[in-house]
C-alpha cells in the first residue's frame, strides 16, 4: 500500500475520480482540512468514502481571519471528533502570504494545535513557509514528537535538526524533478519519511491538477535515492505510518 499522507481532496475539482484512481493504484489518502468550513466538508467526505483518512486543522492564514474565540470553539469541535480523525492538520506558521507581525498570533495558533495533538496523542502535520526556524523552535518547547514537516522548504541544517528531534519529513510527488526535495531523502532516515502529493497542488510535472494517486512519484524518487527497492520503500513507509498512526 501506498500512503498519500497529505492532500485536500475536498478542493479537488474530480473528487470521485481522484478517488478511484488511488483505489486502483493502492494508495491511501489522507486529507487535510484548513478552516472550519473544510474541516465540516471533509466530515461529509468521510461518510461518502469512508476509506480516506482525515486531519483537521485551520490553515495558518486562514486561522489569522478568525477570531481567538472562532479558533478555541474549532478545537472544541475537533476534539468532539477525535474518533474521526488520523492527525491535526494542516497547520503551522506562514510568512510567506502573511505579514511579520502576524508572527505573534501564529505561534499563539500553532501553540493551541500543538497541544491539542498531543492531548488527543496523534500526529501533527505542520505547514511551514517561510517560517521553518519559527516552526521548529516552537515545537520544539512542545515536546511531542509525533511531527510530521510537510513540503518543508527550509535549509539543510534545519533538516538536521528536524532529524536529530526524531520527527518526520514528508516528500511532495514534485521531488521528480526538485534538487531541495531530493537532497532531503539523501539525508533523512527511511524511517522517518513519509511521501505526499498536496493535492490539487504541487503536480509533479506541473501539468494539471495534481491528484493522490501520483504520490507513487514519491515512492520511485525514494528508491532511486536509497538504492532500494520500490517494494521495499512501500514496506518501509507502511511501517513508519502503522508507528506513528497507530490508532488507525
Ligand atoms: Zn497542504
Known amino acids: ?13 474530480d473528487i470521485d475520480t481522484f478517488i478511484k484512481n488511488a483505489k486502483k493504484k493502492n494508495v491511501k489518502i489522507l486529507t ?31 486561522a489569522l481571519k478568525i477570531s481567538e474565540k472562532e479558533i ?11 474518533e474521526k480523525i488520523s492527525a491535526i492538520g494542516e497547520v503551522g506558521i506562514d510568512l510567506k502570504h502573511a505579514k511579520e507581525d502576524s508572527l505573534e498570533t501564529q505561534k499563539e495558533n500553532l501553540k493551541k494545535f500543538g497541544n491539542l495533538a498531543k492531548e488527543l496523542d496523534i500526529p501533527i502535520i505542520i505547514h511551514s513557509r517561510k517560517a521553518e526556524k519559527e516552526c521548529i523552535e516552537l515545537l520544539e518547547k512542545l515536546n511531542y514528537n509525533k511531527i510530521i514537516m510537510h513540503c518543508f522548504s527550509g535549509n539543510m541544517k534545519l533538516v538536521s535538526r528536524i532529524i536529530n528531534n526524531n520527527w518526520n ?17 539523501e539525508q533523512t532516515p527511511i524511517k522517518q519519511l513519509f511521501c505526499e502529493t498536496d493535492s490539487p497542488f504541487l503536480h509533479p510535472d506541473k501539468l494539471r491538477d495534481n491528484e493522490p494517486a501520483n504520490v507513487i512519484e514519491s515512492y520511485k524518487k525514494i528508491s532511486e535515492i536509497k538504492k532500494i527497492s520500490l517494494t521495499e520503500v512501500e514496506k518501509k513507509i507502511e511501517e513508519n505510518y502503522k508507528r506513528l498512526f497507530s490508532r488507525d
Open 1 to 13: 500500500m501506498f500512503i498519500d499522507i497529505h492532500s485536500h481532496i475536498d478542493i479537488c475539482k
Open 32 to 62: 487535510a482540512g484548513t478552516s472550519p468550513k473544510s474541516n465540516r466538508e471533509i466530515l461529509k467526505l468521510k461518510i461518502k468514502y469512508p476509506e480516506i483518512k482525515i486531519c483537521l486543522g485551520i490553515y495558518p492564514i486562514d
Open 72 to 82: 478555541d470553539s474549532e478545537i472544541e469541535f475537533i476534539k468532539k471528533n477525535k
Open 169 to 185: 519529513l514528508s516528500i511532495p510527488a514534485n521531488v521528480k524533478h526538485s534538487e531541495h526535495f531530493q537532497k532531503i531523502v
